[in-house]
T-cell receptor, first 112, second 116 residues
Framework: EPEVTQTPSHQVTQMGQEVILRCVPISNHLYFYWYRQILGQKVEFLVS????????KSEIFDDQFSVERPDGSNFTLKIRSTKLEDSAMYFCASSEVQTEAFFGQGTRLTVV | AQKITQTQPGMFVQEKEAVTLDCTYDTSDQSYGLFWYKQPSSGEMIFLIYQGSYDEQNATEGRYSLNFQKARKSANLVISASQLGDSAMYFC?????????????FGTGTSLTVIP
């Protein structure tokens, strides 16, 4: 069964450093998303990506964040100059036009 | 206004009993989808069930059913014959179609505990 894969599963980084979270969405899906979840709380939307460009982003997704689809299969989230409050579980998801979103297993980011 | 509202932060149910998790939504679109996800303590997000706004019948998937009341804008999840493995966080979500971003709006979740 196709699945969304995320790497790494856990990332520890020092405050101020840059991190790149990687995702491989399901191959025939058209929409890609990043969400984050702080300590098992609410699932917060960061950004959606369609047709090789950002289609929607939340107010959380400021200049500190960027997304890229560098090679047609990977979908990355870059967080520049990380802050303590960026510590969270980051989920990548993908979907077709009107179907459910399939989520990866998440990357737990810890900023120290 | 919140797109998805889940008013039950925590619920308890006896094993083998049925439980209903509440979800109301807010949209002015005619075409939308409603989804339920399960998040066990291991953290992954598991899709459970989908209801389209034009679907006249309530969706069912095994022990899961979605009680869709369009006029009341509610999409409650019913879990029948609860099992210990059902203990998890449950999120209701909505996607408006068409929507330029196509994002999924999530509720704050309900923590379900199944008691043996």
């Amino acid at each position: 069964e196709p699945e969304v894969t995320q790497t790494p599963s856990h990332q520890v980084t020092q405050m101020g450093q840059e991190v790149i979270l990687r995702c491989v969405p399901i191959s025939n899906h058209l929409y890609f998303y990043w969400y984050r979840q702080i300590l098992g709380q609410k699932v917060e939307f960061l950004v959606s990506f369609y047709n090789n460009e950002i289609s929607e982003k939340s107010e959380i997704f400021d200049d500190q964040f960027s997304v890229e689809r560098p090679d047609g299969s990977n979908f990355t989230l870059k967080i520049r100059s990380t802050k303590l409050e960026d510590s969270a579980m980051y989920f990548c998801a993908s979907s077709e036009v009107q179907t459910e979103a399939f989520f990866g297993q998440g990357t737990r980011l810890t900023v120290v | 206004a919140q797109k998805i509202t889940q008013t039950q932060p925590g619920m308890f149910v006896q094993e083998k009993e049925a439980v209903t998790l509440d979800c109301t939504y807010d949209t002015s679109d005619q075409s939308y989808g409603l989804f339920w996800y399960k998040q066990p303590s291991s953290g992954e997000m598991i899709f459970l069930i989908y209801q389209g706004s034009y679907d006249e019948q309530n969706a069912t998937e095994g022990r899961y059913s979605l009680n869709f009341q369009k006029a009341r804008k509610s999409a409650n999840l019913v879990i029948s014959a609860s099992q210990l493995g059902d203990s998890a966080m449950y999120f209701c979500a909505m996607r408006e179609v068409p929507n330029t971003g196509n994002q999924f709006y999530f509720g704050t979740g309900t923590s379900l505990t199944v008691i043996p």
